[in-house]
């Protein structure tokens, strides 16, 4: 696997042997709607020949609406097979540098500030009219080329600012086999899509799926529940969520819930505490894997139920160095700044040189991330270089403190972020969503919570919930601008 660059195949070209050895095998179950491989393969032709006939050339880009999966995912298959880069995005992300970057986009409604003329309107009607066609096969399609752009992915970090890369053919066909080596998925594997394929990770693992000949499975906003995991998804093997969502997923399962056989969870954004892999491993999976990567370098690294605690394994094609501010390599057991090399890896970030040549040097990527390598291949991620907390020359990371606070009190989430007071002296400021206790209550587990660090004073903030991106990272910067305010600086 190591060095492993993807070669020319499509995602097409798997369904199209998938529906040929198995005609009749489900690739997708949409709201319980089940599909084959042989209509996929059928309706993929039609829509092919729909979107060529919208006039884009190979190399351009669209931007597509996300709404009913199904449609949704065959119009990025189609544009896949034609050489046009896509993006998937919903409305609430006000994302106006991709509508203003993108050569087309595809939506029912024409998003504000997006001109007539670089809009298609894909209607209920117009849907209607492609899946109607008369079935011609697959329209011939340019030769496929490992340099053919095909998605563009959005990523912003934890500070909300938005920025986008361009995967080619080559990348993002290594991520969709690393994919399904490293989960080891077969034609028996049966996944659910729990986040829109705005995500990468999301979008990746279903596409995984579908090259390997499983099942991916959409219950639209039942998402997480018991209806969902055992209802039209039943007999799920790999289930993917934030450890907010798996949080939330474990606390609203009924006491009776029967344990899933076999399940595996992989969890993305954040580290998971001892309690909630317990809980996780005790009433809903068989193993959790705790990804450690981003966008940029989509699977770097992993934990599995069995490792230990905050220490992740690097994949085999990916090298991992902890380095000074020298960029000197560190020895291992040293705190120091992350780099990861990867030959599928991002190269920088579309229409942002400045940002690509602070975080791409040299052949590195620089996520930002402070980790210790223990020995080969083992590397254990301490936080991030813009969050860690300095209080009174003291450095912690806030999610060591959201995790005292979860084990102390009843909390929906939590987000810990600090800021400076008149005097410039740093102070901590804990937000809580949904708490199950008293104001009074609350502060004297968070008190208690924090005795045996010294942390100053701190400020407790009600909220309604703790901003986090696709991906489940807090972003701090959102957090930061709403509790401070809210705290009034008040303890």
């Known amino acids: 696997m190591k060095g492993y660059r993807g070669g020319n195949a499509a995602t097409a070209d798997y369904i199209a042997f998938h529906a040929g050895a198995r005609p009749d095998a489900v690739a997708i179950v949409d709201r319980g709607r089940a599909i ?118 959005g990523t912003s970090g934890t500070t909300g600012e938005a920025k986008h890369l361009l995967l080619t053919r080559s990348m993002y066909e290594a991520w969709t086999m690393r994919r399904i080596w490293s989960l080891g998925l077969t034609d028996k594997s049966r996944t659910l899509v729990t986040m829109p394929f705005k995500a990468a990770g999301s979008y990746t693992l279903s596409t995984a799926m579908i090259c390997a000949g499983g099942t991916v499975l959409y219950a639209g906003d039942k998402v997480g529940t018991p209806e969902a995991l055992m209802g ?47 809980r996780t491993l005790m009433r809903l999976a068989s193993e959790l894997i705790v990804s450690y990567g981003c966008n940029e370098v989509l699977f770097a690294a992993e934990t599995r139920a069995t490792g ?31 780099r990861i090399r990867d030959e599928a890896m991002a190269t920088g970030y579309l229409g942002d040189p400045e940002t690509t040549a602070r975080k791409f040097r040299n052949g590195w990527f620089y996520p930002g991330d402070i980790g210790i390598l223990h020995g080969a291949r083992r590397i254990q991620i301490v936080g991030r270089e813009d969050e860690l907390l300095n209080i009174g020359g003291i450095k912690m990371p806030p ?93």
């Open 399 to 491: 999610s060591m403190l959201e995790a005292l606070v979860l084990q102390h009190a009843t909390a929906g989430d939590v987000g810990v972020c600090s800021a400076r007071n008149a005097e410039s002296i740093e102070e901590v400021y804990v937000a809580v969503a949904n708490p199950g206790h008293t104001d009074a209550e609350l502060l004297r587990r968070v008190t208690d919570a924090f005795r045996n660090h010294v942390i100053g004073h701190f400020y407790v903030v009600k909220v309604a919930r703790v901003p986090r991106n696709a991906n489940g990272k807090i972003q701090r910067d959102l957090l930061r601008q709403a509790v401070v305010p809210a705290a009034g600086r008040k303890g």
């Open 36 to 153: 084959t491989y042989a209509q996929v393969h059928r309706d993929l032709g039609r829509f092919v020949g729909a979107v060529a006939e919208l006039g884009l050339e190979r190399g351009r880009s669209v931007a597509v609406h996300w709404g009913e999966l199904y449609p949704h995912w065959l119009l990025l298959l189609a544009c896949e097979e034609l050489g046009i880069a896509t993006a998937t995005f919903v409305f609430l992300d006000g994302d106006t540098r991709l509508m203003e970057s993108v050569d087309l986009v595809l939506s029912e409604v024409r998003p504000p500030g997006v001109a007539p003329e670089r809009h298609r309107a894909v209607t209920p009607q117009w849907l209607a009219g492609v899946f109607a066609r008369v079935e011609v096969g697959m329209p011939a399609v340019p030769a496929k080329r490992a340099d053919d752009p095909l998605r563009i992915v």
């Open 308 to 338: 230990s605690e905050g220490v992740s394994t690097v994949y085999p094609w990916v090298e991992i160095q902890v380095v000074d501010e020298r960029d000197a390599p560190l020895p291992p057991g040293t705190a120091g700044t992350i």
């Open 232 to 278: 039209p998804a039943q007999g799920l093997t790999h289930l993917r969520l934030t450890p907010l969502d798996l949080k939330v997923t474990l606390d609203t399962l009924p006491p009776d819930f029967p344990k899933p056989a076999g399940l595996v969870i992989c969890t993305v954004g954040a580290a998971v505490s001892a309690a909630l892999r317990e």
